[in-house]
């Protein structure tokens, strides 16, 4: 039976933690290492939701792609959703492993998922990052071809099908049609403007501020889906990685919706 540290060491394998950004939190939230896993659920974020479809679900692990232990907690109490949730997993013995920007930066990762829903070829990161540690090119965001060029209005009704997308925020663009695609999946506007660089028809992400939008319509698609929506395959990412390392395994993927925005 597979413990806590191998799970980890799986996953960091894929994704070594030194390819998170220096303001990240990823790796081991909560647990004890040495505990025998009896199952492990996947999700996008951690929180009681998520906790109690672990419960019942069998599962002692929760490996998600946002960190539940972000920002600094001074205090375990019952004052917010996070110190609620740790002590909902403390009491009932559930790990948790988040996989964040280091997942973003992996070969094969979260922006590689999304290049794979839309059948993109020639995929590589957007801004690469070579090390000695990795005999694959990792970095942030991906960018990628077409199979065949696409109407704009086309490739933009396609995006929102693929990704289940309730609304999605566009600029006003001037481009006829789609070929080359960059995308950075969650907060990913600041790879616009190496999109730009690197020819891109269309950038993908998850979120943009206002202001960013302005002055590219002889330049590029603005194509922004939502932060949830823009990642949420990565938890079929964390399936096949521990799938192939644990046949026997118990994996289950989340059925619970995390997304804390609401279209209506």
Request: with cysteine.
């Amino acid at each position: 039976m597979a413990r806590i540290k191998d799970v980890l060491v799986t996953l960091e394998k894929f994704a070594p933690l030194p390819l998170q950004e220096d303001w990240d939190n990823a790796g081991l939230q909560i647990g004890l290492t040495e505990t025998d896993v009896s199952g492990v659920l996947l999700c996008l974020d951690v929180n009681e939701d998520i906790v109690r479809e672990a419960q019942r679900e069998g599962c002692n692990l929760i490996v998600s792609h946002h960190p539940l232990l972000f920002r600094g907690v001074k205090c375990v109490s019952d004052a917010d959703y996070v110190q609620r949730t740790i002590r909902m997993c403390i009491k009932n013995d559930i790990s948790v492993i988040s996989m964040h920007t280091n997942m973003d930066n992996a070969h094969g990762g979260v922006n590689f998922r999304m290049a794979e829903k839309i059948e993109l070829t020639a995929v590589k990161p957007l801004q690469a990052v070579c090390s000695d540690a990795s005999p694959v090119e990792n970095g942030g965001g991906a960018i990628g071809i077409l199979p065949h060029p696409m109407p704009t209005a086309e490739f933009l009704q396609m995006l929102k099908e693929r990704f289940s997308i309730q609304a999605l925020m566009t600029n006003r663009c001037n481009r006829k049609e789609v070929r080359t695609v960059a995308m950075c999946g969650g907060a990913g506007a600041f790879m616009l403007d190496e999109a730009i660089r690197q020819g891109a028809d269309a950038f993908l992400t998850g979120e943009m501020h206002y202001h960013e939008y302005f002055g590219h319509e002889d330049e590029i698609q603005i194509a922004v889906m939502g932060h949830y929506e823009s990642e949420q395959f990565t938890q079929e990412v964390f399936r096949e990685i521990l799938a192939v390392a644990y046949p026997q395994m118990k994996i289950v993927m989340a059925i619970t919706c995390t997304n804390p925005i609401v279209v209506i």
